[in-house]
């Protein structure tokens, strides 16, 4: 058998059989690669970043003096909170959304944050 027919069957009996989850994590890194953007597993506290990810879910919290969004991203590495504060509601803001967002990395609970992000969202 040649080395490129080899490759493919390998490749596919991977597809095949590894887990969903891992498998989508690894096709949203290979996309971060190609939009030149960082992984959130590299990312520090006080860094500017931009990232590529999906929306996991999302959370309003419209508390009347203190109404926010949350949001949680994730980009094939690790989960990053994005949280718009002042906002009820942001129109295609929704679960499994995949967006790419700039700001700065906080901290809010011991995890990763990033508040009031820069977005775009991108095709499915």
Same mark, same amino acid.
């Given at each position: 058998?040649?080395? #490129? !027919?080899? *490759?493919?069957?390998?490749?596919?009996? @991977? =597809?095949?059989? %590894?887990?969903?989850?891992?498998?989508?994590?690894?096709?949203?890194?290979?996309?971060?690669? #190609? !939009?030149g *953007?960082?992984?959130?597993?590299?990312? @520090? =506290?006080g860094? %500017?970043?931009?990232?590529?990810?999906?929306?996991?879910?999302?959370?309003?919290?419209?508390?009347?003096?203190?109404?926010?969004?949350?949001?949680?991203?994730?980009?094939?590495? %690790?989960?990053?909170?994005?949280?718009?504060?002042?906002?009820?509601?942001?129109?295609?803001?929704?679960?499994?959304?995949?967006?790419?967002?700039?700001?700065?990395?906080?901290?809010?609970?011991g995890?990763?944050?990033?508040?009031?992000?820069?977005?775009?969202l991108?095709?499915?």
């Open positions: 058998m040649a080395p #490129a !027919a080899a *490759g493919y069957f390998r490749r596919l009996t @991977r =597809r095949l059989t %590894e887990d969903i989850d891992q498998l989508d994590a690894q096709e949203m890194t290979e996309s971060i690669e #190609a !939009a *953007g960082q992984k959130a597993c590299d990312c @520090r =506290r860094e %500017e970043v931009t990232m590529v990810g999906r929306l996991r879910s999302v959370d309003a919290c419209p508390k009347s003096g203190n109404a926010s969004i949350e949001a949680e991203f994730f980009d094939g590495t %690790e989960v990053i909170n994005l949280v718009w504060i002042g906002r009820r509601r942001i129109p295609g803001i929704e679960t499994g959304k995949t967006l790419l967002v700039r700001g700065r990395v906080g901290e809010r609970d995890r990763k944050a990033i508040f009031n992000p820069y977005y775009e991108r095709g499915e």
